[in-house]
Structures are given as C-alpha cells and as structure tokens.
C-alpha cells in the first residue's frame, strides 16, 4: 500500500523524468494489484485539487496524466464517488495560463464529458436469446438462480439511481458556476453540463432549462453558439419523447408514432397508376402528402407511407409539456429582438458568413411554442421584428437573417393547424416573391438558394405550392437587359426541380419557353438554362416496375447485366435533333469571320452547358446514341470558330467527355466508325487533328471490350493518318498509333508491330529520294514522295517509341532503328529531323541501361547509327 501511494506521490512530482517514470510504474502496479485503483485514486485527487488552487502546473500536469490519460479515468468514470471532485477541478483548470496545461485539458474534454453521459438501462434481446440461457439452468435451481438475479437487479437499479442523483447534483452545482463565471471558464462548463443533465426521462432541471434559454442570448458570440445547439438539443429530446410515445423502449427500437403518418395502398396493377400518381403533383390540392421520393421511383410496394394535410397535433404528456412551458416562459418579444439583432450581425469569420441551419432550426422549434400560445411574443411580435431585421434590404446580413426567419417559419408550419399554415404562407410569401423579383444580388443570391432548399427538400411540392407554382411560372423576358436578376430566378428555378426531383410535374412550359430561347444573349443566363435543361431532364427518369417479381423478369430478359437503364425517350430524342437542327441552320446563316455574337455562337453555347452538366452527372448515357451522328461533327465546327474563344474551349470540353461515357456492348461500334470516317474524310485538318485525341481515349477505354475487327479498322485509320498532307496530324497520328500499340494486348501488339514494320520498311525502300535533286521549286510528285518518306519514318518511329524503356529492347527495334539511320538520316527537311529526333529520344532513355541494350544489336547495325547523331554513341 506506501509503495503503491509513493509511486502516485512521485507520478505528480514537480520533475518531468520522474513523473514519467511513475506513471508508467503506476500504471502497471495497478493492473496487477487487485482494488489498487480505487487506493490510489483519492491521493491524486487531493493533490490535482491543491495543485490548481495553488497555480503548480507541473503537479497539475502530472495528476492529470495520471488520472485521465492511464486506466485509472475509466475507473473514476464508473466510480462517482471521486468523479464529482475531477469534474469541478478539471473545469478550474480552465483559468490556468500555461499552454501545456491547456493543451492537456482540451485533449482531456471529451473524456470528461464521456462521464456525464447517461447509464445504460435498458438492453432489449430477443426471446430465444434469453431462453437459451434458462436452458442451461437445473429446474431444481430455477427459484434460487431467481433471487439472485432480482438480488443483482436490485442492487444494479440502485446503484444507476444514485449515480443519476449524483449527475442531477453536480449539474445544477455547474449551473451556478456556468451563471458567474468568466467566459472561458462557462464555455467548458456548459458542455459538461449538456451531457450530464439531458436525459429521456426528465430531459432537463427548471436550472438547466433557464440556463439554456437565457444564454442563447448571450453577449458572447461563442456561448451563444453553444448554448443555442444545447437549446436545439433540449427541443429535439422532448420532440423525440413524444414521437416514441413517452417510452424509452420505444425509443431504443426506433418505433415512432406520428399523429400524421398513414399508409396508403398502392395500385401497381392498374398500368395508369405511375402516371396518375405524378399527375397529382401538379395540383394543389392533395389527399396526402408524400415526402419521400422512393415509393415507387424504382419498384411499387403494396403500401407507401405518406402524410395527413391536417392531422392531430402531437400528444405531450406532464414532463414534455412542463419543459415546453419553462422554455416558452423566456421567449418574449423581447429574447426573439436580441436573437434576431445576433443573427443580423457580420460574421467574425468568412466561412461563417452563409444560411446557417442552427439558428433556423431553433426559431422553427421556437415559433412552434409561439403559435402554440405558450409565449408571451405573438405572430404580431414576430411579424414586426422580422420586418424591422430585414429593414431596406440594401445589407447581405438582413437578407441572411430574414432568408433564415422566414425558412424557420416556412419549416414549423407543416405541423400547425389549416388556418395557422395559411396565415404564415400569405405572410412570408409576398415578402419572398418581393425579394425573388427585385432584391437579389450576387452578395445575397445563396442565402436564398439555400432558403430555398431548406423549405423544399425531401418534402411533398404540394406542401410550398404556392412558391413553387410561382417559381415554375417563371418565363424568359428577351426585352430584360437585368442579365443578374434573370440568370438568378433559372438558378432558383433549378435549385427547385432539383430538390423536387421526379415530383416536380410542372416542366413542360419550362422546356418549351428554353427551348425557344436557346440564343439568349447573356452568358449567365445561358449558363442557368444549360443547368436547368439538364436537371429537367435528370429528374424526369424512373422505372415504377410493378412488383420486385417483374423487375427482376425484366432484368434476366434484358440481358446478363439486366435492362439498359437511361434509355432516351422518343421525345427526348425528337428534342435533341430538332435542337441540333436548328444549330445547324443557324451555322449556314452565320457569315464566316463574323466577330460580333450570333444565334449560332450564342445557342450553340447553351447547349454545350447544357450536354455538359448531362454528361458529368450518371445519366450520361442517355445521349450515347447522339454520339456519332448529331454531336460530333456539331462540336468539330464549333471548335473551327476562331471568333468565340469560349464557344471552343466549351466544345473542346464536351467532346473530351464522349469516349469516357460507358458505351454497353455494340453501342461503341457507331461511334468509333464516326470517328473513323471524321480522321479520313474531314475537310478541315484541325478536325483531323482533334479526332485522333477521342481515338487514343476510346481504344484505351474499350481495349478489353472492343472486337478485333474494331481494332484493326482503328489501327488502320491512324496508320493511314501518318500520310496527311498537314504535318500537325502526321505528328499526332504517330503518337496515338505508339499509344495504341504500347497499350494493346501481347498477341494484338506482336501481330500489329511486326505488320507494321513490314509495311513502313518497304515503303521507305520502294520510295527512295532521287540521287540528284533538280533545283527549282519541287514539283507535286517530289512533294508525294517526300509526304510517303515521312509517313514510313513517322511510323517505323512510333514502334520505336512505343517502348521507351524496356530493356532489352525487343529483338525487332535493332532492324527499326538501322534501317532508319541507313536509309532516311540524310534526308532534307522534316524526314531527316523526324529520324534524328527518333534517334536522339532513343539515346536519352538508354542511358542508363545501353551496358545491357548494345547487346541487341548487330555490328553493322551500330555501324550505320553511328554517326548520325552529332556524337558517337552507338558503337
């Protein structure tokens, strides 16, 4: 026992070895000595508290290395006869100025609020669990195995109750402590006073609550944040209570009971269901409400839940209604005025300075008790203090903090009474109708968009229909020169249908006024509509199998990897032609060289926006059989008009996108005889030059799931690209063909190379240059000549380079490279450049390896490289 207390007197000596050293002794010595924890425990306590009264930060940090970081915290933690006192001392910590110390307690917090959770009671097993255990009890034992457990009970029960009453002490203790103290000192405190004193069964003391309520207005911008998540956690826990029934077993099996749910009976066999069903959504009056967006999306059940328009307010019973009136008891006009003036001010941090769902989330569980007739503030009282927060409007945080108001408003009325919901809809909407028209600005524009979703998401469209009616009614004005207050309302248009999803039934008339006004001659409208088109259209998808039985038989019957999802409808497909048929027509019409913007330009960019955010999101193969008749050739003349930088770089990017969309089995081969007939056949050489780059990627991407026949018709459009009377194409047909062939399988590579070889070998043999030129400009076979010279080197060098590095080289490349040195290093001009460039990337990636690569070679093969470069290397 002196060895045992010795060791916890030196773990908090004023001398780092030495407490080191002991502590680590300690802690061995006290998992091997039986009830040495609860012996030693009591010594360090003593010592902690009169370290911290007497500022001694070595012995501070000792004890707290001791007591908080070793075995002996879990042991204080089950053991509340010395957890009281570690709490109150950790928390004066907080006043100590020594860095160290504070580090120690930061890392050390969440332990200790760890303490002050609520005990386990309550495990609920299945039957069969519990009966297999009885099996293997002695019927004679039966009676007094009983006693002994309602004995173990017993003691259990009593021993959680007065550790319970101890939290319930201690927290009221730390509420006095948290009302006088300073700041940084309270921050910590209430923490800890959140975990110990929120429980299911009683929630919270009358303290506590008026602690919670009063300091959601405090001063202090970090306390009010605090005390403002402890106010949302207090509402959520009687909120909760009440949805589970008041029972803690229901709580734990998550059985909620909600005065509004019901089940409403599917009729999947009717084939008019699924549309009837959407039809719905596009009226404003509703039997039920559906906020879920799954029933039905993929497969139909034979029920759905859904939801009563005016269904019975939740049942509190005494404690829930108790703590509803003590936090309605402080929600004066005057506590909502404080809050509000807190939430116009401007963030200390930029990051800060967006919607915040904290403070919506409590003023929706606030306004709650206000139209409940618990609070002395009225819907009056609020009415005049959000108008006097929103003010002229001219200042971003007015806008964010009526956006977060009226969302809280927006969010609490679902659950209020018919005439309540009226009242609160025919107040907030003209004021958000007012600010949608004319107050958005670039500065306030995403406090609305998130206003927006927090009132539409995951929930019915009928239950905003008058926002989102009106939003849906909104139609493009040509004669508008306000670019910003346009793009703005598509952007919230879109934020809509989006947060909708496939409820939203109101597109039609959106589709057909876009559609009209492709041309748009302001960019961030364009840039709006593209996004809105394409979540349109996104959203519009669903498959509504009748049962999970067909959905599977329609999957077996499709094909082994099931039914080709995404498949474009016949309206869509009439859509997307007419669209590009148009800009094609407006190609004709536009003059060539023209500078100034045209349908063409303009429409042309709308739609890119538009295939863009399509082809970035999963339905992206819905467009795949656009590929190679309707989009490519469209965005290879986009890509000519050398008058709108952005109209290229918008069609270059697109056209990027095409070869990695997944193409399912036979889908490719269209696309890849476009591409083929594009790199043989187009006027234009940059369309040439732009094709092999969607070559490269397509052979990459299919290399495994392309036929043979694909390959080599691939293979021999580039092989014959080498021979284009443009040098940028032959350049770049020589690097996709070493590409294609460093990548293809071994057997693919073998035969192709050794083709290849053959092939370029021979041509540069039968086409030698003459041995005297004629001078005087050449004549068009010498150009010929000179073109087939090239091609031959261009492609014996892209076998070359299609292994840079192995070594040793194949047996092949030493034939290659001799042959190029003998009979094309001498060439004039480009031939001879392309041979010495092939060469000299030869040397620099052998370096390090020709010890083991010279090997390879033949003699007289070094001798004819040798020399062709400006040094001897190869010999």
């Keep these: 026992m002196l060895l045992l207390l010795d060791l916890a007197e030196s773990s908090i000596s004023l001398y780092t070895e030495i407490r080191r050293t002991a502590q680590t002794a300690n802690e061995s010595a006290v998992k091997c000595v039986l009830g040495a924890r609860p012996l030693v425990i009591p010594s360090l306590l003593d010592a902690f508290v009169k370290a911290v009264a007497e500022s001694d930060y070595p012995r501070i940090k000792g004890a707290m290395f001791a007591l908080l970081f070793g075995s002996l915290g879990k042991t204080i933690s089950r053991d509340w006869r010395f957890t009281p006192t ?107 006073i959140m975990n110990l004193g929120l429980r299911y069964d009683t929630i919270a003391s009358d303290e506590m609550i008026d602690l919670i309520a009063k300091g959601s207005i405090d001063q202090h911008p970090s306390l009010r944040g605090l005390y403002a998540g402890a106010l949302i956690g207090l509402y959520s826990v009687y909120q909760t209570r009440a949805i589970t029934g008041h029972n803690y077993e229901k709580y734990l099996l998550g059985e909620e009971e909600l005065p509004d749910k019901i089940s409403v009976t599917t009729k999947p066999e009717d084939p008019n269901w699924t549309q009837e069903y959407l039809v719905s959504f596009a009226q404003p009056e509703a039997k039920y409400y559906v906020d879920f967006d799954y029933p039905g999306w993929l497969v139909w059940d034979k029920s759905m839940t859904a939801f009563k328009p005016n269904a019975p307010q939740l049942a509190y019973d005494e404690v829930e209604t108790g703590v509803r009136t003590k936090i309605a008891k402080h929600l004066t006009r005057s506590w909502f005025s404080n809050y509000f003036a807190f939430m116009k001010q401007e963030p200390r941090d930029n990051s800060a300075d967006r919607f915040r769902m904290s403070s919506a989330m409590v003023l929706t569980h606030s306004f709650d008790l206000v139209f409940c007739g618990l609070t002395e503030a009225t819907f009056e ?6 108008q006097s927060v929103y003010g002229d409007g001219s200042d971003k945080h007015q806008h964010r903090a009526t956006a977060e108001i009226l969302a809280a408003l927006l969010s609490c009325a679902p659950d209020l009474k018919a005439e309540l919901r009226e009242e609160i809809w025919e107040y907030v909407f003209p004021i958000v109708r007012g600010i949608f028209n004319d107050g958005l600005t670039p500065e306030n524009a995403g406090y609305w968009t998130t206003f927006l979703h927090v009132v ?27 670019a910003f207050k346009e793009s703005s309302k598509v952007h919230l248009l879109t934020q809509c249908i989006s947060d909708a999803g496939w409820h939203f039934r109101l597109e039609k008339p959106i589709l057909e006024d876009f559609m009209k006004h492709l041309d748009h001659p302001y960019k961030g409208v364009r840039e709006a509509m593209g996004q809105t088109i394409a979540t349109i259209h996104r959203t ?175 293979f021999d459009c580039v092989s014959a690209m080498l021979s284009d009377v443009q040098l940028e194409v032959r350049m770049g047909a020589a690097t996709t063909l070493s590409g294609m062939i460093r990548c293809s399988p071994i057997a693919l590579r073998d035969r192709q190379v050794s083709t290849l070889k053959e092939r370029f070998s021979k041509q540069l043999a039968k086409n030698p240059l003459p041995k005297r030129r004629n001078p005087g400009t050449p004549t068009l076979e010498q150009g010929k000549l000179v073109l087939t010279r090239h091609a031959a ?58 010890h083991v690569d010279v090997k390879a070679f033949k003699q007289e093969q070094l001798e004819d490289l040798e020399g062709v470069l400006w040094k001897s290397y190869f010999a």
């Design 381 to 386: 009282d609020i009415k005049d203090l959000t």
């Design 540 to 714: 519009r998808y669903h498959e509504s199998y009748k049962d999970v039985a067909t959905l599977i038989k329609a999957q077996k019957d499709a094909s082994s990897i099931g039914v080709r999802p995404y498949q474009p409808t016949e309206e869509f497909s009439k859509m997307i032609t007419e669209v590009f048929d148009r800009l094609e027509v407006w190609r004709q019409e536009r003059p060539a060289g023209q500078q100034t913007p045209s349908s063409y330009t303009s429409g042309g960019k709308t739609v890119l926006l538009w295939l863009d955010a399509t082809l970035s999101s999963y339905e992206c193969t819905s467009l795949v059989k656009f590929f190679p008749n309707v989009f490519m050739e469209q965005l290879l003349h986009m890509m000519d008009i050398k008058e709108d930088p952005e109209l290229q770089s918008l069609a270059y990017h697109v056209f990027r996108h095409l070869p990695n969309i997944p193409h399912r089995e036979g889908e490719d081969s269209e696309f890849i005889a476009a591409l083929i007939r594009i790199g043989r056949s187009a006027i234009s050489w940059h369309q040439r030059l732009r094709i092999l780059i969607n070559i490269q990627v397509i052979y990459f991407r299919r290399l495994f799931l392309m036929g043979e026949e694909q390959q080599q018709s691939m």
């Design 793 to 850: 080197v261009l492609g014996l060098g892209s076998l070359i380079q299609a292994f840079p590095y192995q070594s040793p080289p194949p047996t092949w490349l030493p034939d290659v490279l001799a042959t190029l040195a003998r009979k094309a290093a001498a060439d004039p001009g480009m031939v001879g450049k392309s041979v010495k460039t092939v060469l000299a990337d030869f040397k620099k990636t052998r370096q390090d390896t020709w």
């Design 86 to 192: 570690l709490i109150k001392a950790f928390i004066e910590v907080t006043g100590a100025d020594k860095p160290s110390v504070q580090k120690l307690a930061t890392n050390a917090t969440f332990q200790i609020m760890d303490m002050g959770k609520a005990s386990e009671r309550m495990v609920i097993l299945p039957n069969e669990v519990v009966e297999a255990i009885a099996y293997a009890i002695d019927s004679s034992e039966g009676d007094r195995v009983q006693m002994k457990v309602t004995k173990r009970r017993d003691f259990i029960k009593k021993k959680r109750a007065r550790i319970e009453g101890k939290k319930a002490e201690l927290s009221k203790e730390l509420v006095v402590i948290a009302n006088t103290e300073h700041w940084k000192k309270v921050q910590r405190t209430a923490a800890i």
């Design 456 to 482: 539409v998401q995951s929930k019915d469209p009928r239950r905003s229909w008058p926002l989102v009616d009106w939003l849906a009614s909104f139609r493009l004005d040509m004669d508008s020169n306000a």
